[in-house]
C-alpha cells in the first residue's frame, strides 16, 4: 500500500481531503486546522455538499462542503 505517491492527503482534525500542493513535494495544510497533522493513509471518501442536510455530515460533524475522509490514520 506503499506505492500510492499521488494519493491526497487528509487533515486528521476535520478530515478534510486536501487539494494537492503546486509543489507536488510539499505537505498540504488544512485551511481550517493548520496546526494538525495530515496524513495520506486514509480510508473512504465522501463527497458533503450539504453539510446541514447530510445525514453522515451531520455524524461527522462537517460544516463545510468538500471532500472528506472517513477514516484518517496518523502514525
Ligand atoms: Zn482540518
Known sequence: MREM?????????CNLILPDPED???IPQCPYSPTAP????WQGLVIIMNPETSEVGKRMGVT????????????
Open 5 to 13: 505517491p499521488s494519493k491526497q492527503y487528509a487533515c486528521s482534525e
Open 64 to 75: 463545510r462542503p468538500g471532500s472528506y475522509a472517513l477514516k484518517v490514520n496518523v502514525r
Open 38 to 41: 495530515v496524513s495520506n493513509d
Open 24 to 26: 507536488k513535494k510539499e
